[in-house]
């Protein structure tokens, strides 16, 4: 059994810093990367980053800059750094292996699976 964990989310003023953690277990072998992906109310799930096991990193347009995702060094566990935050980041915050798509296009939210429950991200102004 596959098991995806969130933590880290919490509450922060604009401006303030937080850093997420992802820890996947079970009969699970990480093929193309890890992604975070977040869902605020009413909207639909969102690419935020994703880390390939080539070491390639990709951002939504609008975390460039502002978010960093790295690893452990076995792939177990992922981290979202997230600087600079704004109320527009209020969301729940999901990570999650991709497990098929190739290397080409890790920003498919179609080719992950095994989601965690979600950490919660509120940004006050």
């Known amino acids: 059994q596959v098991q995806v964990v969130e933590s880290g989310g919490g509450l922060v003023q604009a401006g303030g810093s937080l850093r997420l953690s992802c820890a996947a277990s079970g009969r699970i072998f990480i093929t193309y990367g890890m992604g975070w992906f977040r869902q605020a109310p009413g909207k639909e799930r969102e690419f935020v980053a994703a880390?390939?096991?080539?070491?390639?990193?990709y951002y939504a347009d609008s975390m460039k800059g502002r978010f960093t995702i790295s690893r452990d060094d076995g792939f177990n566990t992922v981290y979202l750094q997230m600087n600079n935050l704004t109320p527009e980041d209020t969301a729940l915050y999901y990570c999650a292996p991709k497990i098929k798509g190739g290397w080409n296009d890790f920003r498919s939210i179609a080719d992950y699976d095994y989601w965690g429950q979600g950490t919660q991200v509120t940004v006050s102004s």
């Open positions: 880390l390939s096991r080539t070491e390639m990193s």
